[in-house]
Every structure is written in structure tokens, then in C-alpha cells.
């Protein structure tokens, strides 16, 4: 709970769409990165589709993982309908890098999925 009223308020304190985005998705923090990602999901943005898809798996704590792919998931909601071709390839994109590690995080499994059966939709 103390971490999703982190990511809760790191969202509510964003206003600005790009500010700072290039420093935070190059750092080395995870919470700077987490911070992106709360951005990235209020203010979605395909220059970083493929960023997010990187960011799932094990390449990030589960947590920060799975908010990458909700992250995904706003962005195929708003873009799907002019961009579909390539959301779907940075959400199957997503979905390997899930599946070639040990540990598949069911959550993130589940969100990447329902954006892509969203894409069939639109």
C-alpha cells in the first residue's frame, strides 16, 4: 500500500507531460524511473512505448514492472486506433521479455494481454 500512495502522489504532482521525462527514463534510480513511469501513464507518449515494454519482467522489481505495463496499457488505449500496428508490436515485445524470465509476473501477463485484446477491438 505504501508504495501504490507513492506512485499515487508522484502522478498527482506531474503537470507537464516531457518535463524532466528524458532525465528520469535515463536514470539510474528506480525511483526516478518509477517516477516516469507514473508519467508515462498520465500522460501517454509513443516516443517511449518501447522504453516501457524494457521495463517489464525481470528487469525491474515487480512493482515498477507492472506499472511500466499499465503504463502500455493507457498508451494502447489512447493511441490503438491510429497506431495499433505498432503498439501491438511493443506489447508482444513486452509479453516476450515477460516470458523469458524465471519468474512471469501474472499481473503484468494480465495487463499486456487486455491491451492486446483491446487492439482487436478497435
Given at each position: 500500500?505504501?508504495?501504490?500512495s507513492?506512485?499515487?502522489?508522484?502522478?498527482?504532482?506531474?503537470?507537464?507531460?516531457?518535463?524532466?521525462?528524458?532525465?528520469?527514463?535515463?536514470?539510474?534510480?528506480?525511483?526516478?524511473?518509477?517516477?516516469?513511469?507514473?508519467?508515462?501513464?498520465?500522460?501517454?507518449?509513443l516516443?517511449?512505448?518501447?522504453?516501457?515494454?524494457?521495463?517489464?519482467?525481470?528487469?525491474?522489481?515487480?512493482?515498477?514492472?507492472?506499472?511500466?505495463?499499465?503504463?502500455?496499457?493507457?498508451?494502447?488505449?489512447?493511441?490503438?486506433?491510429?497506431?495499433?500496428?505498432?503498439?501491438?508490436?511493443?506489447?508482444?515485445?513486452?509479453?516476450l521479455?515477460?516470458?523469458?524470465y524465471?519468474?512471469?509476473?501474472?499481473?503484468?501477463?494480465?495487463?499486456?494481454?487486455?491491451?492486446?485484446?483491446?487492439?482487436?477491438?478497435?
Amino acid at each position: 500500500r505504501i508504495m501504490h500512495s507513492i506512485d499515487k502522489r508522484m502522478k498527482e504532482s506531474s503537470n507537464d507531460p516531457k518535463n524532466f521525462l528524458p532525465t528520469l527514463t535515463e536514470s539510474n534510480s528506480p525511483g526516478e524511473r518509477l517516477a516516469a513511469i507514473a508519467k508515462l501513464q498520465k500522460f501517454p507518449n509513443l516516443d517511449y512505448l518501447n522504453w516501457l515494454a524494457n521495463h517489464v519482467g525481470d528487469s525491474e522489481k515487480p512493482f515498477i514492472g507492472y506499472h511500466a505495463t499499465v503504463a502500455l496499457y493507457i498508451a494502447s488505449r489512447s493511441f490503438g486506433s491510429t497506431n495499433s500496428k505498432e503498439i501491438k508490436n511493443t506489447l508482444e515485445k513486452a509479453l516476450l521479455s515477460i516470458e523469458n524470465y524465471k519468474y512471469k509476473d501474472p499481473n503484468q501477463v494480465k495487463v499486456i494481454n487486455a491491451a492486446l485484446n483491446e487492439l482487436k477491438i478497435k
